[in-house]
């Protein structure tokens, strides 16, 4: 099965409207975090947005939320007011546990979904 | 502030040769994963290196191997390379328990022909 599934491989949104991304996940694991990066056509993976497994609120990061529903294993991500800069692939990914000591573990990633922001 | 650093930043290789990525991470950071990124896909993990030691390796044959030195840079070596190791190769950084994310880089871009 796989542990990131990201269902839309492509999404348009006009300027200003808001977006959903969506994400699904799986794991036996009772802590975990979820993320989400932006790659744009440089290649850069650029860090939007975290959720922990225990975090009681859904997180927000300025114009990006997430929401989060554990009994479903979804984490999308909302854009709102988006901007011809969000033109980019999105990818959501996956920490299972952690370590307590160094950098953590590694993240799986879904197959992204290309967002395109039109005028 | 630096980000992470990656090098080369392209590489056009033939099929059974050696190929060396260096990776050099964010300023404080002392943990360096290393991800495979073909056309179309997501990221997969190939290793993780802390401490100068192999922590965590992804599903990938032995020819891919790395290193990582006294101050948290690393290498990725991919030897006898196979046209299906032609991807992007992206070098993250991170330190502590990385509650807000991993530091990527801009990634190697490989060929192999």
């Known amino acids: 099965a796989q542990k990131i599934t990201q269902t839309q491989p492509g999404m348009f949104v006009q300027e200003k409207e808001a977006v959903t991304l969506d994400c699904t996940y799986d794991t036996s694991d009772p802590s975990y975090g979820l993320f989400w990066y932006k790659q744009p056509s440089s290649g850069e993976m650029i860090f939007l947005i975290y959720q922990g497994s225990y975090d009681q609120q859904n997180a927000t990061e300025g114009r990006y939320s997430l929401n989060f529903q554990k009994a479903r294993k979804s984490a999308n991500l909302v854009i709102s007011a988006s901007q011809l800069g969000d033109s980019a692939m999105y990818f959501c990914a996956m920490r299972e546990g952690y370590i307590l000591t160094g950098g953590g573990n590694k993240l799986t990633f879904g197959t992204g979904t290309q967002l395109k922001v039109e005028l | 502030d630096a980000g992470v650093t990656q090098s080369p930043t392209h590489l056009i290789k033939t099929r059974g040769q050696q190929v060396t990525l260096r990776c050099s991470p964010k300023?404080?950071?002392?943990?360096v994963s290393w991800y495979q990124q073909a056309l179309g896909q997501g990221p997969q993990f190939i290793f993780q290196y802390y401490e100068e030691e192999e922590r965590q390796r992804g599903n990938f044959p032995d020819r891919f191997s790395g290193h990582q030195f006294p101050n948290y840079s690393s290498e990725l070596n991919v030897n006898a390379l196979l046209l299906g190791d032609s991807a992007l190769y992206l070098c993250?950084?991170?330190?502590?328990?990385?509650?807000?994310?991993?530091?990527f880089g801009s990634g190697t871009r490989l060929t192999v022909v």
């Open positions: 300023s404080g950071h002392d943990t």
């Open positions: 993250a950084s991170s330190f502590g328990q990385p509650r807000y994310g991993y530091t």
